[in-house]
Structures are given as C-alpha cells and as structure tokens.
C-alpha cells in the first residue's frame, strides 16, 4: 500500500485541532483503557489498519490481555468486559454506525446507567474523534506498522 497524502503536513491547522482534542481526551473523565478499546473497536468496525495497529499496541503496553484484546469484536459475548466496558462500546458501536440506529434511547440508556452526563459527554467525542482519525488514515492511506506507543501516553493521536 502507497500512502495517498500526508494530512497532518498538508492541513496542519486542523491536524493540530485534532490533537487538541486528543489532548482534551487524555485529561478528561475517562480512563485510558477504556479510551483506548473503545478506539480499537471503532477503527475496527471502520476497517483502520493504521488506526488498529496503533490502538492495539497502546492497549499492550498498558498491560491489556492478549484475550480481551481478540475478543473484542465479539465483546458482547464474552465475560472478559466489564458493564461499563459494555455500555462505553455499546454507544461507540451506536455512533459509528448511526445510519442504522441513530444511536437509540436504548442504548443511551445503558449508557446512562454506568456513565454520568460529563463522562458521556466526554465518551461521545473520543467516538467521533476517532471516527475522523480513521476517516484520514483511510482517505490517505497511512501505512500500518511503524507507529510504536509512548511511554506517558499523553497525546495519542489517530
């Protein structure tokens, strides 16, 4: 795979806006690891292999198990997630496939359930952030495979 083009030198305007709101993640009411599978779910269900690869690593390097992490697109039928794991990919799965749901009451709910107003909040833009990471990642073609995690995991981008 070639990549197409390099969005963060070529728009580096909104590419650093985009850091901002990674930077804004990794500060907010939400833990890393939750963070980091609901961005490995959603850059699975778009098919991100620069995004998967990324996220994968991430997970490793915070101590992830190998099992929770090949289980995850088959999260809800396996007892290795939590109930607010599962409500956090429930609404992650809800957003990123909102043509079919609109993200339902019922989902929200779930989401109610284990999350406060804030953390949804703050759960709602790490989805739609990472949904715009692998929309460039896709677009551009970013090569999988070189990206190696940091050690503070401050500004983990796409």
């Known amino acids: 795979m070639q990549p197409r083009f390099n969005y963060a030198k070529l728009s580096p305007?909104?590419?650093?806006?985009?850091?901002?709101?990674?930077?804004?993640?990794?500060?907010?009411s939400l833990e890393e690891g939750l963070l980091l599978l609901v961005k490995l779910r959603v850059s699975q269900i778009n098919?991100?292999?620069?995004?998967?690869?990324?996220?994968?690593?991430?997970?490793?390097?915070?101590?992830?198990?190998?099992?929770?992490?090949?289980?995850?697109?088959?999260?809800?039928?396996c007892p290795y997630y939590t109930d607010r794991e599962r409500s956090a990919l429930a609404w992650a799965e809800a957003l990123t496939l909102i043509t079919q749901s609109h993200a339902s009451d019922d989902v929200y709910a779930e989401a109610s359930a284990n999350f406060n107003e804030t953390e949804i909040s703050d759960l709602t833009f790490a989805v739609i952030t990472i949904n715009a990471?692998?929309?460039?990642?896709?677009?551009?073609?970013?090569?999988?495979?070189?990206?190696?995690?940091?050690?503070?995991?401050?500004?983990?981008?796409a």
């Open 13 to 28: 305007g909104a590419y650093n806006a985009m850091l901002t709101l990674e930077k804004y993640l990794s500060q907010s």
């Open 47 to 77: 098919g991100c292999a620069y995004c998967i690869d990324m996220h994968w690593k991430d997970l490793r390097s915070i101590g992830e198990s190998e099992q929770r992490l090949y289980s995850l697109d088959a999260w809800r039928d």
């Open 133 to 157: 990471w692998n929309r460039l990642a896709i677009s551009g073609r970013t090569v999988p495979g070189t990206y190696q995690p940091s050690a503070t995991h401050e500004t983990v981008t």
